[in-house]
């Protein structure tokens, strides 16, 4: 019933040519970390990986493979340096390789010259659908990115209780002015701090709180939803984590800190049906269901979208999107070692957005939430 990490291993032969910048595959096969790309491939539970003369050296010393070649080894005597295309096709001839199978992003370059010496080209995406299931190592690096984050995050929640809402309802720290970008600078300095990096973090009040991704900008308002969707990833390890808080600096309207708890409480639905054999489409659908019998449907209204507009949620690991959703994809299976988030939230115009969001551990007989920050309406006076 549950896809098996070692089962999906015996797969047909996997080939890549990526640096890790652009395809965490790569990274995540390897743990290499290469500028350029480089060629990698899994053949009956082998993992190889072929650098030039500048990697080499440094890929006998951290390249976690069972074999490591020199790309120099695939020339020919006395023949000028082949092409990446011939090179992948005379590494594939040594192992006797007729088939692979590689990513959609794959060359297409590659792919022409493989086909043209009578190699099949399957295509799969995922690529290594393995991934998906973490091991307790790839969980703790999660983890530490979460940890992180949340020390960073503590810090903003303290500046804004050290503020002041003046006559012009903006937020005043220290007779300067507190904006987005403000935040913003505080919290991804204080993740350096960590060895981890936030590039793109959404700290966004006001009227762009009903825009899940605006990042924000400009003087922070007060009395009404300060959305934090915070991201980061760890420099040493490439592992993100990913956590949501809705706060307010003063009060809320009654009508915004209703839609607070009603998307608390559709989080709390969301995380109790976290277990192994559950489907994410159920989850995302029970929420959505949830939101309808209180009267906050999803609708389009003067041509724009408002309340519950996105997903429920998705994986984290490598990449800060990846398998498996919690959307309305149909089969997105739960299973063991699966990390993932569960973000739900309302957008209206005129009132705000608010989105709570956790990434937790799916375990055996149920989930581990990795998040340790309170939950609870955070209105600081």
Not at 96 to 121: C, M, W
Not at 306 to 316: A, D, K, L
Request: net charge negative.
């Amino acid at each position: 019933m549950f896809l098996e990490r070692e089962k999906i291993m015996t797969q047909s032969a996997r080939l890549m040519y990526a640096s890790t910048s652009a395809d965490k595959d790569i990274l995540w096969l390897t743990k290499f970390q290469a500028p350029d790309a480089f060629i990698a491939l899994m053949h009956e539970r082998k993992k190889i990986a072929v650098l030039n003369r500048l990697e080499y050296n440094r890929g006998k010393e951290q390249a976690e493979v069972d074999e490591l070649i020199c790309s120099n080894d695939f020339y020919v005597s006395d023949e000028q340096s082949p092409s990446i295309s011939e090179i992948i096709l005379r590494l594939l001839r040594r192992y006797d390789l007729q088939e692979v199978t590689a990513s959609p992003k794959f060359f297409a370059a590659i792919y022409r010259h493989l086909v043209e010496n009578g190699i099949t080209v399957n295509f799969a995406n995922p690529l290594f659908p393995e991934r998906a299931i973490k091991t307790v190592q790839e969980i703790e690096y999660i983890a530490n990115t979460q940890n992180a984050m949340e020390k960073a995050f503590a810090g903003l929640v303290v500046i804004l209780s050290e503020s002041e809402i003046r006559h012009d309802g903006l937020v005043w720290h220290q007779d300067t002015l507190l904006t987005s970008e403000k935040l913003k600078l505080i919290f991804e300095r204080e993740l350096l701090e960590s060895d981890c990096t936030c590039e793109a973090t959404i700290i966004a009040s006001g009227e762009q709180t009903t825009d899940p991704h605006c990042d924000g900008s400009g003087p922070l308002l007060a009395n009404t939803p300060i959305v934090f969707d915070l991201f980061p990833r760890s420099k040493k390890t490439g592992y993100w984590s990913d956590m949501s808080r809705t706060v307010c600096k003063g009060k809320l309207t009654p009508q915004a800190r209703n839609i607070y708890h009603v998307v608390r409480e559709a989080q709390k639905l969301g995380l109790s049906m976290v277990r192994p054999g559950q489907y994410g489409h159920e989850i995302h659908a029970a929420i959505v269901s949830y939101f309808d019998e209180r009267g906050f449907m999803t609708k389009r209204v003067n041509d724009k979208w408002e309340g519950f507009i996105h997903n429920t949620g998705h994986g984290v690991g490598l990449d800060i999107h990846e398998s498996p959703s919690i959307g309305t994809k149909m089969d997105e299976l739960l299973v063991p070692g699966n990390v993932i988030t569960i973000e739900p939230g309302l957008y209206y115009p005129g009132v705000g957005g608010v989105r709570i969001e956790d990434t937790v551990v799916v375990t055996r007989d149920g989930y581990r939430n990795l998040a340790k920050c309170p939950k609870n309406l955070l209105e600081i006076e």
